[in-house]
Nanobody
Framework: QAQLVESGGGSVQAGGSLRLSCRAY????????IGWFRQYPGKEREGVAA????????VYADSVKGRFTISQVNSQNTVYLQMNSLKPEDTAMYYC??????????????????WGQGTQVTVSS
């Protein structure tokens, strides 16, 4: 059973940066998608970025392209989400998740079966 633990959320002014961390504990199969999702109050979770651990290839939602970067450090079992040029509309609860499924749609929430507890990101104008 895998466990994912996020950290790094917080409050920042618009234009600032934060780096979120997602550390995996326990067993994960050899190749996974690790994804970052966010959820606004009263809304469904949406995919932000994902990375295939086999080759590190990233995928981004259009809303964060050019501002967010997802990366992995295999030796630490950790995936990072570097968030730059933050906007107030980036304010949300951020979750990391993993799946061994590769259906070619890494930002689809329902494909993921392990989830972290979430970390809050607040961007003020």
């Amino acid at each position: 059973q895998a466990q994912l633990v996020e950290s790094g959320g917080g409050s920042v002014q618009a234009g600032g940066s934060l780096r979120l961390s997602c550390r995996a504990y326990g067993y994960l199969s050899g190749r996974n998608y690790i994804g970052w999702f966010r959820q606004y109050p009263g809304k469904e979770r949406e995919g932000v970025a994902a990375l295939w651990t086999g080759d590190g290839s990233p995928v981004y939602a259009d809303s964060v392209k050019g501002r967010f970067t997802i990366s992995q450090v295999n030796s630490q079992n950790t995936v990072y989400l570097q968030m730059n040029s933050l906007k107030p509309e980036d304010t949300a609860m951020y979750y990391c998740a993993s799946t061994a499924m590769n259906r070619g749609r890494p930002l689809v929430t329902s494909d993921y079966n392990y989830w972290g507890q979430g970390t809050q990101v607040t961007v003020s104008s």
